[in-house]
């Protein structure tokens, strides 16, 4: 079964069970809460520029980090979607999804997130060829840190943006 998902576009608050909307502030601002709150020290902290290309819009599989938090943000500021579905029991590495609780955001200008430690995501999906994004997770994580939920294998679901 395929499942619309009508992305809605980043608020702060809408986002926050899934993580932070990290946005510009002035240079010299202190530390505080509107930065990102990270969860970087469970390994060697990698910050480098992820290119990739257009994936088509649907997807059959979320993914999570447990150890880390993870930011991205695209160079340039283009236009893109991220499905996220909360970090319940993100210390459980056999804890899976609701599919139902799965949303959509649209993400555009000059920000970034943070997922929290644990939260379930798809994306970043877009419509041009290619795009550069800004990514902050640990070295390894793509290696150890990688849980995946099959939706369609585990849940008979498949999701694609509208």
Known sequence: METLLSPQPLDAAAFAPFGQVIAPSEDGTPFGASDAQL???????????????????????????????????AIGGGDWLLAVAPPLAPDDRAAMPDPGSIRAFRIDGPVGVKLHRGTWHAGPFFTAPEMDFLNLELADTNETDHVDCHLARDHGVRFRFG
């Open 39 to 73: 969860v970087l020290t469970n390994g060697t902290p990698r910050l480098y520029i992820m290119r990739l290309t257009s994936r088509g819009l649907a997807f059959d599989k979320i993914t999570r980090h447990i150890r880390v938090t993870q930011c991205l943000a």
